[in-house]
Structure formats: structure tokens, C-alpha cells
């Protein structure tokens, strides 16, 4: 066989194995999702413009971490205390908590959560508004304001909440945790 024979022949072989390994890991053929699997495909399934859909990021909280933050929401006056179950964005994880009257501040490395019994909205001059659907139970807000700064809000159960970033953001990954917010127990 001469040279360019085995060329192509590699090269089919090469777009065979490809092709293989490409395969949707939500195929038909895998019919037992993990709960994981199903938590993260109905967190995406919530942002329907495409943007950052990439796999949300599982947050895991250490009992030390857990009892920072209970200890927050105790000294902010919060009968209850949310935390989010998937990250801000890739290798995302809690940097500190602050607690001040009415409000617990939870720090990520990729941006902060904050919590109030009072409302959160910004009292500067707003540039833009956009409403977005979190979860068929919650719906929240983009608030642009005049100097450039992007927040999310919305509310749950009587809670105000105020998601936001120093540094650009992907709206989607904060969708996705704002929807992933549960009661720490």
C-alpha cells in the first residue's frame, strides 16, 4: 500500500474513533440519569438564550461553612438562609460570608449572593431593566445601572435577593445558581 493509502486510511480511522467519543452522554442509550444529571439538565433547561450553557459546576459546603453562614443569618436577623447547589461559573466556591442588620452576604471567588427581609434594588439611576424566568416558581430581574453595574434581582419566600460581580458575568451561570438556591438545613 503506498503512503497515501495509509493516510487516508488513518484519517478514517481517526473520524471513526472521533466520532465514537463524541457521543451525547444523555443519549437514549443511557436510560438512568444520575439525580446530579437531572438537577443540572433542568437548571439549564431554564435559560433559553444560550448563554454559558455550559454543565453547571455542583457547589459542596463543608459543615464548618454551614455553620457560618446559619451564624450570619442569626446575626442579620434571618429565620432562614439560602445557598445555592451549583457555582457562579466553573471551580467556583464560598470565599467568606458577612453578616450586617437584615442581610447576609455570601462571597464566591466569582461573585456574591446577598439576602435581605428588606428590598435590595439599587437606588441608583437604573440604565435598563430585563425580566428572566429562574424557575416556574421564581422570576427576577437584570438591573442595569447608569455606571455600567449588572445585578440580579428576585424574591423567595419573602426573601429579597441581590446576585452580582465585580467583573463581567455570564448571566447564565447566575440564572442557573439563582435557580439551584435552596434552604440551608
Not at 62 to 86: C, F, H, M, R, W
Request: aromatic share 6%; proline share 4%; charged share 25%.
Amino acid at each position: 500500500m503506498n503512503y497515501t493509502g495509509k493516510v487516508v486510511i488513518i484519517g478514517l480511522l481517526f473520524g471513526v474513533l472521533l466520532a465514537g467519543c463524541s457521543q451525547n452522554e444523555d443519549s437514549p442509550s443511557n436510560s438512568s440519569p444520575t439525580p446530579a444529571t437531572e438537577q443540572n439538565q433542568n437548571v439549564n433547561s431554564t435559560n433559553n438564550e444560550g448563554e454559558g450553557m455550559a454543565e453547571a459546576e455542583p457547589l459542596s459546603y463543608t459543615a464548618e461553612q454551614k455553620n457560618e453562614i446559619s451564624e450570619a443569618a442569626k446575626k442579620a436577623g434571618l429565620d432562614e438562609v439560602y445557598i445555592p447547589t451549583v457555582g457562579l461559573g466553573s471551580d467556583d466556591y464560598m470565599d467568606r460570608v458577612e453578616a450586617k442588620e437584615n442581610q447576609v452576604r455570601i462571597v464566591f471567588i466569582r461573585g456574591s449572593i446577598t439576602q435581605s427581609k428588606e428590598e435590595l434594588k439599587p437606588t441608583n439611576e437604573i440604565a435598563s431593566t430585563k425580566k428572566v424566568e429562574l424557575s416556574k416558581d421564581v422570576s427576577g430581574e437584570w438591573i442595569t445601572e447608569e455606571n455600567g453595574a449588572t445585578y440580579l434581582y428576585f424574591e423567595i419566600d419573602g426573601l429579597h435577593f441581590s446576585m452580582q460581580s465585580a467583573k463581567d458575568i455570564s448571566q447564565g451561570d447566575y440564572e442557573r445558581a439563582a435557580a439551584s438556591l435552596k434552604p440551608l438545613l
